[in-house]
């Protein structure tokens, strides 16, 4: 008799944490490993506090432009539901990807939407699995617009000069070559059914994981586009995407400004998609470590030294997360969000994933 879903749940979700702990651990102990408190604190001190505040404000309207386009993504379902209780689902959703494992806020997003406005939970879903693909699209045209402002600095060594081109150079290539393969999958995607076995011809030399997560991903942006039947709100989403990390690339450029770094926008534009990367990896509770790193590694690349470095990744992991984290605990508290519902949820899904 095989064990009880809710063990094989917590198995795997020990796994999961095990992993993500172990590299985040690693993470810490790489990014502390120089560090030199004196050289921090004056680095600490000489920041210009009111571009911080900047840039977590616009770190924190990322989230309104999220619940806008998850809004224009719901209304030709005939769901009008308001932005306020969108805005509640994304930052309490962020809150909990934050504070536990197992991207908890993945569920509890589209379950407080559906559980709020009583429209199926089902549909609420597609919609947010058709957010990841835009996320796609959204970071790969930042990598794109990377191409056109990146440049290095006169001070940057040969060896990371010639880093600092290739990236350019390889970086734009690639965004240009995923920005083709995405307008493929929007294509395939129109087509539904019909087109499936094609896309999983394309997938098939993949890994078993990374086939089955772009398997969901297809299947419930086509569920997504079927429900919608609006090529405007695609079009908008996108767009609004677009924005949306162009928004992050812009908070990072502003943080530039309060450390008094000498970077354009195309370096904050590369640092938004190290990021992105960086995050994908499994994490530590608060995204400890490999956030840290991604930024610091990042940062020397283009010849800043390890003090404002590690200054600059600090404050800006502070002003990514304590905010909206603090905003999302407050909002799920004043919601009632079901955390059983939740737990379900994870389990149906944990069941459907290991058929």
Known sequence: MPPPVEELLLTKDQRRFSLGLLIGVVAIVWFGWELKMDELLETLRSVQFEWVALAALILVAEFGIRALRWSVLLKPMGYDIPIKLLFSAQVIGAALNT??????????????????????????????IMERVFDILGMVSVLVVMLIFLDARPETDSANLIRVQNLQRYGGFLGIFALACMGIFFALTTQRERARPIFELIVRPTPRPVQNLFLSLYDGFVIGLSAIQSPKSVVLSALLSIVMWLNGALAIFVLFQAFSLPLGFGAACFTAVAIAISVALPQAPGFIGVF??????????????????????????????????????????REGLDWNSIKSVQARNFTQNEQ
């Open 292 to 333: 840290h790193v991604a930024i610091e590694e990042t940062l020397i690349l283009w010849g800043m030294s390890l003090g404002p470095a590690k200054g600059f990744a600090l404050v800006f992991w502070a002003i990514s997360f304590i905010p909206v984290t603090l905003l999302g605990v407050i909002r799920l508290w």
């Open 99 to 128: 504070i536990l494992p197992l991207r908890a806020g993945e569920v509890a997003k589209p379950l407080l939407v559906s559980q709020k406005s009583g429209h199926p939970f089902w549909a609420v879903t597609a919609t947010a």
